[in-house]
């Protein structure tokens, strides 16, 4: 089982920065895929980035390509998502998600774990 605790969104203005951390505990294996997953109000959840935890490799909606960043402490036990030049439309909820059979898709469907979420608004 696998446990994931979100923290770090709020409400910043457009052109703004946040950067969210998720604290992961309980049995992680080696190859799971973590990921950022968001879902705005009557929209679909949307995989915004994920990260091998095996090794360095990441992957990016293209929404948000250039902009966000995610990452991992080197104990693999903290997930990381740095969010720059924020628009209105990223304001969601925000979740970290596990996909334990390191998929690497972008489809939510793939990911078993999941958080409770934090919520990002973006507004002037």
């Known amino acids: 089982q696998v446990q994931l605790v979100e923290s770090g969104g709020g409400s910043v203005e457009p052109g703004g920065s946040l950067r969210l951390s998720c604290a992961a505990s309980?049995?992680?294996?080696?190859?799971?895929?973590m990921g950022w997953i968001r879902q705005a109000p009557e929209k679909e959840r949307e995989v915004v980035a994920h990260?091998?935890?095996?090794?360095?490799?990441?992957t990016y909606a293209d929404s948000v390509k250039g902009r966000f960043t995610i990452s991992t402490d080197d104990a693999k036990t903290t997930l990381y998502l740095q969010m720059n030049s924020l628009k209105p439309e990223d304001a969601a909820m925000y979740y970290c998600?596990?996909?334990?059979?390191?998929?690497?898709?972008?489809?939510?469907?793939?990911?078993?774990?999941w958080g409770q979420g934090t919520q990002v608004t973006v507004s002037s």
């Open positions: 309980g049995y992680i294996a080696r190859g799971y895929c």
């Open positions: 990260i091998d935890t095996e090794n360095p490799y990441t």
């Open positions: 998600a596990a996909d334990p059979y390191g998929l690497g898709t972008l489809d939510p469907g793939d990911f078993a774990y």
